[in-house]
């Protein structure tokens, strides 16, 4: 009888072909996460090349060093001097004044010997009209504050070379400090198109938008032209693309107390806080290559990559809600065009024309957070005799520092400015820096008898005639 070969039945659940065995499973999935981690690996690589205009291999280099490349470890740190980081951003090219700063933002670190680093953002107004120096100390042109970037790419003052976007960060750098008294340390130019597709990278990013407004004369600009269009905001949380980021970022003649220029710049400190908090999200993590790519060639820095590292370090631990926001505009140390003549432009001079008050109030933006943890109240008193409003003013000043303020209104007239320490020792902290900053000694009140009740409590700042002196500069200011 001839054998018969029984064929094997496949089963039915079998659905895999048979080569595809579980090994060649685990291998292919292998290679699948290396090409994908790889594929992201090199756009980061490429991106991070391109913002710091250097190449792979380089930025490879600077990673395997980490932030012990930097200098910054050993020296701000570890002695715990102040980082100034200056932001620019400006329309670049085929806008109209394709590198006049439409936004200046400080960004200040101090580190601290123990916690985490102090961090606050400070806004400068473009329309501030003030002399401009070069890094060799030159007065070489003075207009608005914003044209300082743009006269070191075009013009090359104090021995840079034109046509370089590094120019125009040094020139902008060297201004700003003869300003503000405090050194720059980095700066980082960014155009509107990296702007708008940084954002967009991302994903978008959530704004709360604290009071809606219109602005009937936005700028439009489209080539040579820029004819004004309405644009609106409601109020209230609200998701924004890269555009509508930077509409709400750049608008100046909004209604509803959104014309002012500190609302600006508190629009503009809104989306950089907010771009920061989802690109360090995991969903932004990412987006980073798009991110990166997105950047690319449109930001210009002197800072290395080993640099940001540090300085990403340093702050990363930093709560967006410990974060001083401070803006330099019309309600504090400067004023605009129509005091005290009117010269027909939008633009905004300082009280203080030798600018010492401002750079002073710039130099001590920092509390120690020891002192600020007394929490007195500081009340404010009006004894200049101007009717200027200066202890409204200054209450407003401080409270951006950290401190909880009172306007207590004007008082009699005195010649020199007072700090009287009424809470005794649990404020003596607080009483000393306000003596310190205002360069008089404390005042101390007796203190009540045993058993008799007191309502004295917290530091008092009189402000005399001779603070008004010299916040307007002006030795017969007030007499």
Known sequence: MASRTTRRRRSRYRWLPGWLTGRRIIVAAALVVVLVVGVYGYRTLDGLAGIFHTNVPSVIGSLIKGKSGSSIETNQVAQE???????FGYGGPGHDGEYLTDSIMIVSIQPQRSGPPQVAEISIPRDWYVPIYDPSGQ????????????????????????????SGGEMADAALTHLLGIPIDYFVGLDFTAFQEAVNAVGGIDVDVPAGFTDNQYPACAADTCPYETI????????????TALIYARSRHGDNGQGSDFARSRRQQQIVDALKQKVLSIGGIGDLPDLLSALGDNVDTNMSIDDAEAIYSLVSGVSSSAILHVSLDDTNFLYD????????????????????????????????PSTLAEKPTVGIEDA????????????????????????????????GTEVIDEGGSAD??????????????????????????????????????????????????GS
């Not at 001097?81 to 932001?87: D, E, G, W, Y």
């Not at 027909?344 to 933006?365: E, P």
Request: charged share 15%.
């Open 81 to 87: 001097k102040r980082i100034n980081i200056a932001l």
């Open 139 to 166: 007065r070489v042109d003075e207009g608005r504050i914003n044209q300082a970037y743009e006269d070191g790419i075009f013009y090359g003052e104090g021995g840079l070379p034109a046509g370089q976007t590094d």
């Open 232 to 243: 609106s905001f409601q109020a209230g949380e609200q998701h924004m693309n890269g555009a």
């Open 337 to 368: 065009c129509g005091y005290p003549t009117d010269c027909g432009a939008d633009y905004l001079f300082a009280h203080d024309s030798s600018y010492a008050t401002v750079a002073h109030f710039i130099q001590n933006v920092f509390v120690s």
């Open 384 to 415: 200049s005799g101007t009717g200027e409003g200066a202890s409204g003013r200054w209450a407003s000043i401080f409270t951006q520092l950290g401190w909880t303020t009172q306007d207590l209104g004007k008082v009699p007239t005195q010649s």
């Open 428 to 477: 003596a902290a607080a009483a000393a820096w306000f003596a310190a900053y205002f360069g008089v000694p404390v005042t101390k009140v007796s203190p009540p008898s045993p058993g008799a009740s007191s309502t004295s409590d917290g530091v008092l700042v009189v402000l005399g005639q001779s603070e008004e002196s010299a916040f307007n500069n002006d030795p017969g200011y």
